[in-house]
């Protein structure tokens, strides 16, 4: 029902058919009515709905980490967003639902600092995971005094843990306990970034660990 202030040539506040009338800042409105949308999603938009859906809850196990290494990307958006951007064309695997993600081609590390030759992660005795990897310092940026930075993700249960800036270059190994993910199977990178914090290195997957207890 529409109420007429002032008459009929007057304002009114109420509906009549598609058209709204109410009132703003002292003054008479008039406004048609939202159109409907019934537009069905196209399955080119759900399958994106799709992996945007499985990268941002992958990713959000970790901010505080992207925001280190991905801040370099982070012109005009967040590093957060910058990581959601890279994963979303490069880490997932499969050319129609469901997705999954392609752990082995996720990047949760960018920059120009050189990454090891060869590392590895294994299950250590203790609820933990004991990454080593080569010392190739002097090859580029490299430096003996270059941080490791380590990540272990546990899928089943949505969580990550990460270590950022633990052992040098140099020392060859580092160990992560990650007591809450004992009995599960993790997902693992390793990378570096510079002493200084000034440039990290692209991440480097280190591949699948079951967590002994």
């Given amino acids: 029902m529409a109420i007429f202030s002032k008459g009929i040539l007057g304002g009114f506040s ?23 949308r019934n537009r069905v999603a196209t399955q ?12 941002m809850k ?9 925001n280190a290494t991905y801040k370099a990307y982070g012109k005009g958006i967040s590093a957060v967003n910058a990581a959601v951007s890279y994963n979303l064309q490069n880490g997932i695997s499969g050319t129609e639902s469901p ?35 080569t010392n190739n310092a002097g090859m580029g940026k490299a430096k ?41 199977t993790v997902e693992t990178w390793l990378a570096f970034i510079a002493e200084n914090g000034t440039v990290v290195s692209n991440s480097m997957y280190t591949g699948s660990v079951n967590i002994a207890p």
């Avoid at 080119?44 to 990268?55: C, G, H, I, N, P």
């Avoid at 030759?117 to 004991?130: L, M």
Wanted: proline content about 3%; overall charge positive; glycine content about 10%.
């Fill in 44 to 55: 080119s938009q759900l399958d994106q709905q799709e992996k945007f859906s499985m990268v």
């Fill in 99 to 133: 997705f999954n993600l392609s752990y082995s081609n996720i990047l949760l590390s960018r920059g120009d600092l050189p990454n090891t030759n060869s590392a590895t992660a294994v299950a250590e005795a203790g609820n933990g995971v004991k990454f080593t990897w």
């Fill in 144 to 184: 003996a005094t270059d941080k490791v930075i380590l990540v272990v993700h546990c899928p089943a249960m949505s969580n990550t843990v990460y270590l950022l800036g633990g052992s040098m270059r140099s020392e060859l190994t580092q160990s992560l306990t990650v007591p809450a993910f004992t009995g599960e």
């Fill in 58 to 66: 992958f990713m959000t196990t970790m901010t505080g980490l992207l």
């Fill in 14 to 36: 109420g509906k009549v058919g598609n058209v709204i009338g109410s009132t703003w800042r002292g003054k008479d409105v008039l406004r048609s009515l939202p159109t409907k």
